[in-house]
């Protein structure tokens, strides 16, 4: 009893003079996914600061992502963490409550539709994000603060170009429905009036019941039965199409694909290049 007792109190030493020798000096950011790690390279980028995230970069969302021992000590080791919150890290919450004062919520006031936490993927979300980030690093780290407020400032001008690219090329297809794979696009669909008819899973990484397949071709086909027109369906990259392509061949709906951009190879660009490709499938689809 008394030896665990000394092994739980060493260990944040050890970790502590670990963290110097491999980041000294810099401050530590660790973001817990993707999403956000992409903001952090465009805002702290040329500052001196360390970043890392910690669900690896093909994870995904992490609505059902359990915290590893290397998680844990990636966060002892963090000067600084970043979270969407809102819900997207219930299995961090106890953990981070030790760390409040340096931990940023990026999503913090952010007006929720039905508690849904993906406000990255529609780019007003984005800005948002990447602002309140900003806003707070610049507080906590205040000898790097002119880097990220100026760096902040042209990634949000980039967000805005890209925002109003998108709107010249989907304002056409306002109104138009589109079938969802798990429920990432709320945000994203209204910022371009887009009608989300129904939604094919809603836990990612789960395939729907059968009563629930049967029930979403049932939609669909009343759907495109009241339009005249096969809704077209969006699968993401990050998970099994298997039930889209049922659904399809059931009802007679395309199939495509919408990233929700909570994976990728990182890169300052990839968020805007998701989706700039994103808008691309969406006017293929709606035309
Ligand atoms: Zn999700």
Redesign the pocket.
Known sequence: MIRKILMILALPVFLSSCSKKATQGKTTITASFYPLFVMLENICDGADAHISMLAPSDT????DYQLTTKDMQAISKSDIIVVNGLG?EDFIDKVLEEKKDSTIVAGEGFLTVDDN??IWVSIAGAIYEVRNIADRLCELDAKNAEIYSKNAESYIEKLQNLQEEMHDSLDKAAGSKIITF???FPYFAAEFNLDIASVIERE?GTAPSPKELSDTVAVIKEANEKTGRNIPLFAEPQYSGASAKIIASETGSEVYELD?A?TGNGGKDSYIEAMRKNMMTLKEALQ
């Not at 995904?60 to 609505?63: A, E, P, S, T, Y």
């Open positions: 995904g969302c992490l609505h997207m936490p993906h798990h429920e990432a990612p929700p909570v």
